[in-house]
Nanobody, 121 residues
Framework: QVQLVESGGGLVRAGGSLRLSCAAS????????MGWYRQAPGKQRELVATVTTGGSTNYADSVKGRFTISRDNAKNTMYLQMNSLKPEDTAVYYC???????????????WGQGTQVTVSS
């Protein structure tokens, strides 16, 4: 079993910054790709950014140049540095990881519980 826990969300003014963290724990053998997703009320969940084991990254056009995704493999932790925040960034942010656990043969996707990010005008 694998657990993902997000932290770092909160309320900020437009133009401000937040740093989200996602800590993975449990029976982890290998963590493959990881990513951040977000979901605003009444909207579908969308991809924000991804990072591979080797550190290659991809970003949604809406956050490119403002957000930075990174990971610390030794700590099984992923981060999302969010700068120049806009009201349209308001959403619940979810951590996702593709993990091969110590108790399963095949890698599986896991989700965190989500953390609220609210950006005021």
């Amino acid at each position: 079993q694998v657990q993902l826990v997000e932290s770092g969300g909160g309320l900020v003014r437009a133009g401000g910054s937040l740093r989200l963290s996602c800590a993975a724990s449990g029976s982890i053998f290998v963590i493959n790709a990881m990513g951040w997703y977000r979901q605003a009320p009444g909207k579908q969940r969308e991809l924000v950014a991804t990072v591979t084991t080797g550190g290659s990254t991809n970003y949604a056009d809406s956050v490119k140049g403002r957000f930075t995704i990174s990971r610390d493999n030794a700590k099984n932790t992923m981060y999302l540095q969010m700068n120049s925040l806009k009201p349209e960034d308001t959403a619940v942010y979810y951590c996702n990881a593709n993990v091969r656990s110590s108790t399963t043969l095949w890698p599986q996707n896991y989700w965190g519980q989500g953390t609220q990010v609210t950006v005021s005008s």
